[in-house]
């Protein structure tokens, strides 16, 4: 149960008082006693704006847990949208017009055919639910669909952001690792998830979060701006 620091003291105190017959014990002795946990509690705020900052044992890490998601996300869409604009620039330098191509199938040329360096980037590709191979217990809406629903890439990301979707998250990560999180947080100092695992300071979740904002407001001026759009949408649903 949880229960107060003072309390615990207070209780401590007066059985280590009787029981050493009226001697006043240590006053710190109360903090050693076993099976008491003490919860850490750190807080991180601030204004993008300014740059003005407070804490509460800011960089004291933690597991992450469903935090990382979001940054996670991030990682691979600034890593895509990144991809896409060498390929842009690339026919600009050229002097090409990229082509369109039928996504729908409806006759219509309509969608851009853009070259990736990994094909695994085309967040437009259809993956089918099987819940066999796939189910994840947790959050999520996935899990309680059909076997056979047919989601697009781009879907997985939305769900992760909406809903903490853990089948969503766990897809994303198969098809895309884990390389790009170490990599953003080497390029942001966030050094709190350089030591592998899934551990975050506040200051560091901030840090990254700001990042975020960046990504959505399009501060890198990618010529298509709809991966920080993506995000942005979602998580305002969510």
Known sequence: KWVKSEDVK???????EKESGGTEPDENAWKNQENIIYPKISFYYEDI??????GVSPDETYDAAS????PYILSVLRTIARDEQKFRDRMKAENKQIELIDKDGDG???????????PSYDISEEITYNKETMFKSGSGKIQSMDDGTVFKVKDFFEYTLLYSDNIAYQQLR?????STMPALA?????????NGGNSMSARDAGTLFKEIYRFVQNDEKFDNASYGTLMKNAMLQG
């Open 10 to 16: 207070k209780e401590f105190m007066q059985n280590a």
């Open 174 to 178: 198969k098809r895309y690792g884990y």
């Open 186 to 194: 080497s390029e942001l100092g966030t050094k709190s998830l350089l």
């Open 108 to 118: 219509t040329p309509e969608s851009e055919n853009i070259i990736f360096s990994d």
């Open 67 to 70: 935090v990382i998601k979001a």
């Open 49 to 54: 704006n300014n740059g003005w900052s407070l």
